[in-house]
């Protein structure tokens, strides 16, 4: 059974930083890696997304430059590192994985996913 476990959400203010791990129960094998954001409003919507043979990595346009995903594969684990935040960053930021598919960043390409963790930006 595949389990994605995601950590290192919190409360910051408008300019700070955090970094989410997703840690998976299986060993990576040139799968795509993703991260998305929930929101009522919004849905979810594709934030980064990795592979993890290749390392090629996709990236939305509010998420480039200032968000950057990364990948270790002997910790079967991702990375978001998120900086210069904004409130409108905020939510439940929830890890993915997919045994391989496009589009990188759409919630179709993926067949698990973890519970999330939220990040909430002050203002």
């Known amino acids: 059974q595949v389990e994605l476990v995601e950590s290192g959400g919190g409360f910051v203010q408008s300019g700070g930083s955090l970094k989410l791990a997703c840690v998976a129960s299986?060993?990576?094998?040139?799968?795509?890696m993703g991260w998305f954001r929930e929101t009522p409003g919004n849905g979810r919507e594709g934030v980064a997304a990795?592979?993890?043979?290749?390392?090629?990595?996709y990236y939305s346009g509010s998420a480039k430059g200032r968000f950057t995903i990364s990948k270790d594969n002997g910790k079967n684990t991702i990375y978001l590192e998120l900086t210069n935040l904004k409130p409108e960053d905020s939510g439940l930021y929830l890890c993915a994985a997919s045994t391989g598919s496009h589009p990188e960043l759409s919630r179709s390409s993926y067949d698990w996913w973890g519970r999330g963790t939220q990040v909430t930006v002050s203002s």
């Open positions: 299986f060993r990576f094998n040139n799968n795509l």
């Open positions: 990795i592979w993890t043979t290749s390392g090629y990595t």
